[in-house]
Each structure stands twice: as C-alpha cells, then as structure tokens.
C-alpha cells in the first residue's frame, strides 16, 4: 500500500510561480519502479492528465495547455515527485493531484494510487 501526500498548493496572481511536492509513504512506499503523474480537476470539469514521468524519469509528457509552463521531476532517493509551475494562469485553477501507477505507464493505464489532492488558485 502507498500513501501519497502532496504539499505546496495555494494562491498566486497570474504570471506567479508555484511548486508542488508528492511525498509517498506506507509499506510499498517506494516509487523507483512507478511511473508518476500529475492531474487536475477544475470545478465544473473532468479530471485531466497534466504531466507524466517514468519511472526512471527519462520520459516526461504534458499535456498541450502546460506545455513550455510547467515541468515535472521525480527523485527517487527521496520517493517524491514535483512539479514546478510558471507562467500561471488563471484557467490553471484546480485541485492537483498526485497519481502512480503500479510500474511502466502503457496507453490506456489507470493510476493505482492516489493523493488527496491540494488546490491551486490563480487571480486575475
């Protein structure tokens, strides 16, 4: 069982910059072999896929709306992953959450372990 916690949301104006931290913990809390990610659900919406790194972090994925903006990292020494946020906008407003899956990310793969989430609001 792994327990993700992220850390590191909260308010920022528009063009600010935030970093948020996933920290995993329990009995199969480490991540070296799991591929990770980042989604987000803003009110009113589907949860989206943000960013996805493997497992030994040598492929990383964004999605369009963040690409160039937002970067994903992991170390697995510590069993963390982050994600650095620039340039934000207001549409970035949502609820980030920490995802892994239980080895290499495959098209169509559903994360296995979940955080609770942490909220990043951007003002105009």
């Known amino acids: 069982q792994v327990h993700l916690q992220e850390s590191g949301g909260g308010l920022v104006e528009a063009g600010g910059s935030l970093s948020l931290s996933c920290a995993a913990s329990?009995?199969?809390?480490?991540?070296?072999?799991?591929?990770m990610a980042w989604f987000r659900q803003a009110p009113g919406k589907e949860r989206e896929r943000v960013a996805r790194?493997?497992?030994?972090?040598?492929?990383?994925v964004y999605t369009d709306s963040v690409k160039g903006r937002f970067t994903i990292s992991r170390d697995n020494a510590k069993n963390t992953v982050s994600l650095q946020m620039n340039s934000l906008k207001p549409e970035d407003t949502a609820v980030y959450y920490c995802?892994?899956?239980?080895?290499?990310?495959?098209?169509?793969?559903?994360?296995?372990?979940w955080g609770q989430g942490t909220l990043v609001t951007v003002s105009s």
């Open positions: 995802a892994g899956y239980s080895g290499n990310y495959y098209p169509g793969a559903q994360p296995n372990y």
């Open positions: 329990g009995p199969g809390r480490s991540l070296s072999s799991s591929a």
């Open positions: 790194i493997s497992a030994s972090a040598n492929s990383k």
